[in-house]
């Protein structure tokens, strides 16, 4: 693999939690020498949860603004458990009310919504989609105060839709409200893009950076940041796309990982003629199923004995010119977002409104 093309192929990422694996696995460096760069992780119940904090020193690394990265991984929403997921929505919400403490924004603070994306694209369109479902309550404040219960805050939300539909740049749009109706803060929701396909519709990421609409299609428009409007910016995102390359380079892990797990089941003495898949069902492949470089390279040749970059950019390097890298969401997609909508929107109600909590709304029902 030329070197050259190595360091010019760039896997597509909007997650902080992802970045700091990359620089990891491209540096080959240990733990203790991830300078500007602290992560810690946690769980609950069966719910990940990473924390990245990034100053600037880590941020040259990393290529990522500096600041607090929270990471939420669920599997409920692929699972359509709906117990799972309010519990998701709970630590969702819980996480999101101690990043707005950290940021020093009060109970009284007025809050602006601002959901991105585009309605008519389905994998773009979980921004407009938790924003119509986010409790509004700033026309109630301003027309009848008498009316509003101990408990809430003045929020408004906005869908500014995208550059391709308005022709209008959205941090525009976004800065022409923040002055007019003056805000306190700003929560700005859009769909990402992974490196990892487990991770699509599957992990949450808030941050106190600011957001560039249209990440998660590799589309970057102005961000959305304190720097550029004034005020905070807590993004929230979910990746809800990958690209044709990690969709290839997964696939190609997994049947390295199967074929390491067939072998380690043969060396083991069975009684049972029946296949490995049949005697213990539907099976989780870990990198503990990787076979060793030597044995890749036996059965696969070259292909088997390529690093992660390198096989990535090998991918990438046959795709792009047949432009068959394309960006890529799971079939079930409608399903998926209307399911992280309700998660999200109910999660950040009970965030932002004291009174409300994530028990008292529904997700959606088949």
């Not at 002055?179 to 992974?194: T, V, Y």
Request: glycine letters at 8%; hydrophobic letters at 35%.
């Amino acid at each position: 693999m030329n070197n050259d093309n190595k360091k010019s192929f760039s896997i597509r990422t909007d997650l902080a939690v992802e970045a700091r694996d990359m620089f990891v696995e491209n540096n080959e460096v240990e733990e203790k020498q991830l300078d500007g760069i602290n992560i810690k992780e946690t769980t609950k119940g069966n719910t990940t949860i990473s924390y990245v904090n990034i100053d600037q020193v880590g941020a040259e690394k990393l290529g990522k603004k500096a600041g607090k990265y929270i990471t939420i991984h669920t599997e409920s929403v692929k699972s359509q458990d709906s117990e799972e997921q309010n519990k998701a929505a709970n630590t969702f919400s819980e996480e999101l009310k101690l990043l707005l403490e950290q940021e020093g924004i009060l109970a009284n603070a007025t809050c602006l919504i601002v959901g991105l994306g585009n309605w008519n694209v389905t994998p773009d369109a979980l921004g407009p989609m938790v924003a119509e479902k986010v409790l509004v309550t700033s026309h109630l404040f301003a027309l009848h105060p008498e009316t509003v219960a101990e408990g809430y805050r003045p929020v408004s939300a906005i869908t500014p839709g995208v550059m391709g539909v308005t022709g209008i740049e959205t941090s525009d749009i976004i800065q022409g409200i923040v002055e007019k109706q003056s805000p306190d803060f700003i929560i700005a929701i859009d769909a990402l893009a992974s490196r990892s396909v487990e991770r699509v519709n599957a992990t949450i990421q808030l941050a106190n950076t600011g957001i560039h609409p249209g990440s998660g299609v590799g589309n970057k428009r102005k961000e959305l940041s304190k720097e550029t409007l004034g005020i905070p910016v807590i993004a929230i995102g979910v990746p809800t796309v990958v690209d044709a390359v990690t969709i290839t380079s997964d696939t190609i892990d997994y049947v390295f990982k199967h074929f390491g797990r067939e072998w380690k089941e043969k060396d083991r003495p069975s009684k049972s003629l029946a296949p490995a898949s049949m005697r213990f069902g539907k099976r989780t492949l870990t990198e503990d199923d990787l076979p060793s470089v030597e044995k890749r390279e036996a059965v696969f040749g070259m292909m088997g004995k390529l690093d992660e970059a390198e096989k990535r950019a090998l991918i990438s390097e046959v795709l792009t010119p047949l432009g068959h890298n394309l960006m890529v969401t799971p079939k079930e997609v409608d399903d998926y977002m209307k399911d992280m909508a309700y998660l999200i929107s109910s999660g950040l109600n009970a965030a932002i409104h004291e009174t409300i909590q994530v028990e008292s709304t529904g997700f959606y029902t088949r």
